[in-house]
């Protein structure tokens, strides 16, 4: 199944997001093999430093980073798919500004949602963020069910338990682009967060 051939934006009506930025997840994946995913923000905003783009691009580096620091041996994100980890963003288009109105990250989870529901066989979703825990937020909410995680900081949230649709929910932190090496107390929480979420998926 090639992701981008089922899943995606034609009316872009969001107004606070680059859609020349726009991304969707262009790569073979089999749904069967997937048990994670991993929902981080935003595409970048150079198509070059997303997660399939290739060579050393920036999310591929910080993210293959997180799961080092995890205790996985992975060089690419090839190697991270191939341990049964799909890789996506909640919202599709590159940031103008810092950060992103509810308003866009709802239309944006329409099409999460559809994404989501393309991997049968997915154990734990890994939000990383806020905008990503919106996502899910939204998702839930209009399938009639409670917040699946509350409001609050993130490190206040993550000894707790989540669960959406018969998947355990991590709350965490974002791992794609730079800030992930300025912010070495969050290093240490994603990759806890990581480990834990590999050996559920194990189980």
């Given at each position: 199944?090639?992701?981008?051939?089922?899943?995606?934006?034609?009316?872009?009506?969001?107004?606070?997001?680059?859609?020349?930025?726009?991304?969707?997840?262009?790569?073979?994946?089999?749904?069967?093999?997937?048990?994670?995913?991993?929902?981080?923000?935003?595409?970048?905003?150079?198509?070059?430093?997303?997660?399939?783009?290739?060579?050393?691009?920036?999310?591929?580096?910080?993210?293959v980073q997180a799961f080092n620091d995890?205790?996985?041996?992975?060089?690419?994100?090839?190697?991270?798919?191939?341990?049964?980890?799909?890789?996506?963003?909640?919202?599709?288009?590159?940031?103008?500004?810092?950060?992103?109105?509810?308003?866009?990250?709802?239309?944006?989870?329409?099409?999460?949602?559809?994404?989501?529901?393309?991997?049968?066989?997915?154990?734990?979703?890994?939000?990383?963020?806020?905008?990503?825990?919106?996502?899910?937020?939204?998702?839930?909410?209009?399938?009639?069910?409670?917040?699946?995680?509350?409001?609050?900081?993130?490190?206040?949230?993550?000894?707790?338990e989540f669960f959406f649709q018969g998947?355990?929910?991590?709350?965490?932190?974002?791992?794609?682009?730079?800030?992930?090496?300025?912010?070495?107390?969050?290093?240490?929480?994603?990759a806890e967060d990581i480990s834990a979420?590999?050996?559920?998926?194990?189980?």
């Open positions: 199944m090639r992701v981008s051939n089922c899943v995606g934006c034609t009316a872009f009506p969001c107004i606070d997001v680059r859609p020349q930025c726009y991304i969707v997840p262009d790569i073979e994946v089999k749904p069967e093999n997937i048990s994670i995913v991993m929902i981080s923000e935003a595409a970048p905003a150079a198509p070059g430093d997303y997660y399939y783009a290739g060579g050393d691009s920036l999310f591929q580096r910080t993210t995890a205790g996985a041996s992975v060089s690419s994100v090839r190697d991270i798919v191939r341990l049964g980890v799909y890789l996506t963003t909640a919202v599709k288009c590159g940031k103008i500004g810092y950060g992103i109105k509810a308003s866009t990250i709802k239309e944006c989870s329409l099409i999460l949602e559809k994404e989501l529901a393309l991997f049968p066989k997915v154990k734990v979703l890994m939000l990383m963020g806020d905008v990503a825990i919106k996502a899910v937020n939204y998702i839930a909410q209009r399938a009639g069910e409670a917040r699946v995680v509350p409001e609050g900081p993130t490190y206040k949230l993550r000894d707790r998947k355990r929910v991590f709350p965490s932190y974002l791992q794609a682009g730079p800030s992930f090496f300025i912010e070495k107390s969050k290093r240490k929480m994603i979420a590999m050996r559920l998926a194990e189980q």
